[in-house]
């Protein structure tokens, strides 16, 4: 490989970064570099990140306290065990083995795996309806005058049947939703202006 070239490395499960070419573990100090590096076996240049995350040692988890008479109450799933939590859905004691952390709420391995009401915490994806009602706004524009006809008024629609939907999960203004609802009045207004005018003429 010439001078001037280079490949990137690969980063495994283990945190080690690898040569690309003969995938050989590179020493730490020669990752997070702003410029290539030679790898020590082969040659080739390599650039090689690494998250510092990915170096930090793993926690070791929690066992659970061992219940040490008959008065103190045991986990649900683990009778020898010391409860140190309630579910706060089913609210089933929990040793510190079964305790599930999401936020600030605790959640029993039973409930964590069939999500049920009341665990909005627990969402990872959501419907973008401001950006659908955007699109319907916009796109027929794009295409043409004649699709917005039908693309305006249901942007309006949309917008006040899901106005009060929240946005998505990384957050947001609704914005979106406010621009796609002026949008839509302003082509129904164009349009019914443009046919008044020809049923006047």
Not at 161 to 173: A, N, Q, V
């Amino acid at each position: 490989m010439s001078a001037g070239s280079y490949v990137s490395a690969q980063a495994t499960a283990s945190a080690a970064a690898r040569c690309g070419k003969c995938y050989a573990l590179l020493p730490g100090d020669l990752c997070n570099r702003d410029e290539p590096i030679p790898c020590p076996s082969c040659g080739t240049l390599q650039m090689a990140w690494v998250f510092p995350a990915a170096a930090r040692p793993h926690e070791a988890g929690r066992s659970g306290r061992t219940l040490l008479s008959d008065d103190q109450a045991g986990c649900f799933y683990h009778p020898n065990k010391q409860a140190s939590v309630p579910c706060d859905r089913c609210g089933r004691f929990l040793c510190d083995l079964c305790d599930v952390r999401v936020g600030q709420r605790h959640y029993c391995p039973q409930c964590l795996d069939q999500p049920k009401e009341g665990m909005v915490n627990l969402q990872n994806s959501r419907v973008l309806y401001d950006k659908i009602c955007l699109s319907l706004a916009v796109v027929p524009l794009v295409l043409g005058l004649f699709p917005s006809l039908l693309g305006a008024p249901a942007a309006v629609v949309m917008c006040f049947i899901f106005w009060r939907r929240p946005p998505s999960l990384l957050g947001g203004s609704g914005l979106r939703r406010l621009l796609a609802l002026i949008l839509g009045v302003v082509q129904i207004f164009c349009w019914t202006w443009f046919f008044y005018s020809k049923a006047g003429a």
